[in-house]
């Protein structure tokens, strides 16, 4: 049943009847808006993670998470420590 796929983690969602088309293409947005880099890591590096040791999987965790940052995050987050980043708006939190 789909309850028992969720339970053992064989599927991530249960759609009800005739709904899976929709919710697939809502996912492949989704992904498609992420970086070439995050999406070649969580197919590739995530899934070795789990055979490695707990120190190893944060090593290489970590050497992965530090290659995935954009270029301007570093000079955006110096601008939020200086205190010159820019406020958001309410809306557009």
């Known amino acids: 049943t789909p309850a028992e796929g969720l339970q053992e983690h064989v599927v991530r969602?249960?759609?009800p009847a005739g709904e899976s088309l929709a919710?697939?293409?809502?996912?492949?947005?989704?992904?498609?808006?992420?970086?070439?880099?995050?999406?070649w890591m969580i197919i590739?590096?995530?899934?070795?993670?789990?055979?490695?040791s707990h120190d190893d999987g944060l090593f290489v965790e970590q050497l992965n998470s530090a290659r995935a940052r954009p270029p301007e995050a570093?000079?955006?987050l110096?601008?939020?420590?200086d205190g010159k980043a820019k406020k958001l708006q309410d809306n557009q939190a």
Do not use: G, Q
Not at 44 to 52: C, E, F, G, Q, S
Not at 78 to 81: A, G, L, W
């Open 74 to 76: 570093e000079a955006r």
């Open 23 to 39: 919710k697939a293409r809502d996912l492949a947005a989704r992904i498609a808006k992420n970086s070439i880099d995050t999406n």
């Open 13 to 15: 969602y249960v759609t």
């Open 44 to 52: 590739n590096v995530l899934p070795r993670i789990h055979d490695m």
């Open 78 to 81: 110096r601008e939020f420590v």
